[in-house]
């Protein structure tokens, strides 16, 4: 609205062109107004947003360090269950080593008292022979007994009636 250059400014322009910078003014503090408001809103938002996730990102957190806690102890009882284990299998394997030295040991045993069972066989089978042997010739010996008996009774009962006999005769002369 520019009038003429020659054109003098008078109060009523003067009004009219203040009335438009109010006008203006009052639009851009409206704008600035709503855009504040905008602004805070937007940062009560983010604020809201941010808080909330840092709420959620806290309670996550919680958990994994529950986790993690609860993992450490874990790990540690499997630790020490494997250290027990550890000293277990150290002494089972001791036990099975002297176990095979043992199982060895026994395994020449029983090879040893193999032979010598099979040793005390043939002997017994030996003996078992001369016992027989023996029990037939002790047989043979006591009918040879037996006979030697009765020849030394039929002797004796001889010689009995002749010193009888002898007996008589000198007392009888007598």
Known sequence: MADAPNDP???EKIGVSLHKVGVILEDLQS???????AVVLSREQILATIED???RIERRLDVLEAAVSKNSADILMLKQAMQELQV????NTKAIEQNSEDIRKNSEDIRKNSEDIRKNSEDIRKNS???????????ALREQLAVIDRRQDLEYQALNERVTALEQEVLGSG
């Open 88 to 91: 277990q299998t150290i002494a």
């Open 9 to 11: 400014i008078t109060l």
């Open 53 to 55: 996730r840092f709420q």
């Open 31 to 37: 704008k600035v107004q709503l855009l504040g408001e």
């Open 129 to 139: 022979e001369d016992i027989a042997r023996h029990t037939r010739e002790l047989a």
